[in-house]
């Protein structure tokens, strides 16, 4: 006899329980919603260069359409290596020493993965990016949260150090840093590299902004300070620096030991990463002026953006590096953060982004995140709704 009961599902235990909706998918929701200018979520509103497209056209005419090898197309590996030499001072092998990845996130995930065991410990500075706590939860890690310095966002290096542990496997640091827009400086590298020094702690440098420092600024890569780049998965991005987000496709520069490592996880996570966009990507970076007159470009949208929040009651707090504007309301509203952003979408038309999910235990400081990775038409919208509050 057939039975009449319904099919059930059974019951899963996350491995996640704590992670909901993320505020940037709540937000840009709401932006959709109310017809708002869409200054939340980081990335561009506008192309990349049609030259780029044409590079990845071009090898998908040309048959390059399987899969490349696992760690990535030989030639763009040589081009990453080339250009970290070039900038950084610092010698990887393409061959061993370079991986390239389906982006930044997953390459954290890799990362992390690769090197922290159950029961081990990493290091995460807050504010930080969303996915750090998750991807240590699911290596079976335990998160030890270090708060950046309220109101400057500068690193605390006697809480730094006073968090390491026997058990303390790594620490995840983000330069130019997405929320707050603060760069580390050479200095900076210096001290940590004076604090892990004397242990084995490991280091993921999360440098997806790297082309995007102000001011006449150098960008301080952990792969210029030859202590930390002996024991660095160094991250980037090429869909930040060459404004094509949606591509995913990233890189990972560590040394021979660690890159073996993570390329182990690599090939179960991902194996590989898309052959058109590789080859597109590796000839495109025959010629550095994109990466080299980034800074320049962000820069003036920066200055423009800033220039037109100057005539508003938000008080600006310094941008250096990203495309990230942080702004302090307490002028204008009472409000929490997220309250805040959600009445600035629906009342104002203009999206943010609150810092407090930014937090573990969501710390409120009446700040708001803007992102100007878009035309300067849209940059200026936003800016005539927020002048009228």
């Not at 500075?125 to 706590?133: K, T, V």
């Not at 995913?248 to 590989?272: C, I, M």
């Not at 495309?323 to 002028?331: L, N, P």
Request: some cysteine; charged content about 20%.
């Amino acid at each position: 006899m057939p039975t009449t009961t319904a099919p059930r599902t059974p019951a899963l235990a996350s491995r996640l329980p704590h992670v909901g909706t993320t505020i940037f998918t709540v937000m840009s929701a709401l932006a959709q919603q109310y017809g708002a200018v869409n200054l939340g979520q980081g990335f561009p509103d506008f192309d990349g260069d049609p030259k780029l497209i044409d590079a990845v056209v071009a090898a998908m005419r040309e048959g390059l359409n399987q899969y490349p090898p696992m760690a990535g197309v030989p030639a763009l590996r040589e081009a990453v290596a080339a250009k970290i030499e070039a900038l950084y001072g610092r010698v990887y092998d393409p061959g061993r020493e370079i991986t390239i990845t389906a982006g930044a996130t997953q390459a954290i995930l890799t990362a992390i993965l690769a090197c922290v065991h159950p029961g081990d410990e990493v290091i995460v500075l807050e504010p930080c990016y969303d996915s750090y706590g998750p991807n240590i939860e699911l290596a079976g890690g335990r998160i030890v949260r270090v708060p950046l310095v309220p109101g400057t966002f500068r690193p605390d290096f006697d809480r730094i150090a006073a968090a390491i542990g026997p058990r303390t496997r790594a620490i995840i640091v983000n330069s130019p840093h997405n929320p707050s827009a603060t760069v580390w400086r050479a200095e900076d590298l210096e001290r940590l590299a004076a604090i892990l020094r004397p242990t084995d702690v490991l280091l993921i440098s999360d440098e997806v902004y790297e082309h995007m420092v102000y001011d006449g600024r150098a960008h301080a890569s952990a792969a210029s300070h030859p202590d930390l780049a002996a024991r660095a998965f160094i991250v980037s991005s090429f869909g930040k620096t060459y404004h094509v987000t949606g591509w995913k496709v990233g890189y990972v520069a560590a040394p021979a030991p660690l890159s073996d490592e993570f390329r182990k996880v690599h090939q179960f996570n991902v194996f590989t990463v898309n052959t058109p966009m590789q080859h597109g990507l590796a000839r495109y970076m025959a010629d550095p002026r994109p990466y080299l007159e980034l800074p320049a470009f962000y820069q003036r949208k920066r200055d423009l953006f800033r220039a037109g929040l100057a005539r508003t009651r938000f008080r600006l707090l310094p941008s250096e590096g990203s495309y990230f504007q942080c702004v302090d309301y307490a002028a204008i509203s009472d409000l929490g953060e997220e309250a805040f952003c959600r009445w600035l979408t629906s009342e104002a038309g203009v999206a943010a982004i609150p810092l407090a999910p930014f937090y573990a235990d969501g710390f409120e400081q009446r700040i708001v995140r803007f992102c100007f990775a878009k035309r300067d038409q849209t940059l200026e919208l936003a800016l005539q709704r927020l002048a009228a509050l």
